[in-house]
């Protein structure tokens, strides 16, 4: 949960999706009524876990406390505090008995999806987690046409390592032949463990 | 890394690993060099994930974050936050392709492990996992002893719903006879997946 009212009952993001440190100010994606892309994979793994599919949770957003102070008979107030760059990727979990892990960005873009989006950490994490036998994936949403793909970890490695003699990005038509298109609904909102079926477990 | 520096050099933690939401003050454990559990823990993860052994993370502290700042120029500054009850476990990965979840907790009792450091919602966390293929356990520490066991979260999860009628905590006797004790040492200090190989490996 890192969405949290304001006082006036306006919504705001502490972290944006996209990876970057600094929060952002809440962008409206007009083909999904409004919701994160974070939002949206909340519900889900909600979805999942109230019906026993898989039990998958977003990290907590990784928080540098400095300054926390402790008011007699009332709850401590942490005065200053800094967001920190995530050493994994936000989601993880279990699923059929698979480690799950995975990582959730969405572009503007249309005709590709920009590497910059991600960070080399989160590469090297999902690439160890390969290793080690766990399923390592990434959600892209592509924010303009509201289109879902979820992609092997090892596609966006592979253009990742290539990106200083090559492009910046990996192409949409790579990552719809490589990936599966996720259907999206009212519950679950993103059915992203039916492309992990697809892609995995067929 | 929920321990930080304050000016003055002292280090403090910022959540205990006994549960509580409140922070505590820092205590010393004299058997152990005055290294928290948690700090130790996640050296150990350190040595771990650097050898490829397994990649096992805590998961950040929760937050509720209620007013950030944005000076020009310089990093976001969180200026009003509060102290979360976390939804699941604190630590979880992937060893040897299985999917693991674990609590760890202290007590300076010797004789028992009191229930009460554990919350409803871990316990049914860990019997989900447990349900779902993972292996789910609690890694003890009797601090007045050092002494560090790892257990089975059925092992607590059969205490806990059993505790209206009967004792309010774990027998000491029952910890040995059912879990394993753990290593320690230099690198890794807790030695814990040497126990999860004798328990689930072999």
Not at 29 to 34: A, T, W
Not at 71 to 77: E, G, I, L, N, Q
Not at 118 to 142: C, K, N, P, S
Request: glycine content about 4%; aromatic content about 10%; cysteine-free.
């Amino acid at each position: 949960m890192t969405a949290f009212q304001y006082p006036n009952g306006k919504k705001r993001p502490i972290t944006s999706s996209t990876g970057s440190l600094a929060p952002k100010k809440a962008s409206i994606s007009y083909g999904n009524r409004g919701m994160t892309l974070e939002e949206d994979l909340n519900k889900s793994n909600d979805y999942y876990l109230k019906n026993d599919i898989a039990i998958i949770h977003k990290k907590p957003t990784p928080v540098q406390i400095v300054h926390v102070e402790y008011p007699k008979r009332s709850a401590a107030v942490i005065k200053e505090a800094y967001f920190k760059l995530a050493s994994t990727t936000d989601y993880n979990g279990i699923y059929k008995g698979r480690y799950i892990d995975f990582e959730a960005k969405e572009t503007k873009n249309k005709t590709s999806f920009p590497l910059r989006n991600f960070h080399e950490h989160q590469i090297h994490h999902m690439d160890a987690v390969t290793a080690h036998g766990g399923l390592a994936f990434v959600i892209l949403r592509f924010s303009t046409t509201d289109e879902h793909y979820l992609v092997d970890s090892q596609l966006v490695s592979t253009y990742w390592k290539d990106q200083e003699n090559n492009r910046k990005s990996i192409p949409k038509n790579s990552i719809e032949k490589e990936g599966i298109r996720i259907k999206t609904g009212i519950s679950p909102r993103i059915h992203y463990l039916q492309a992990v079926d697809a892609l995995y477990f067929s």
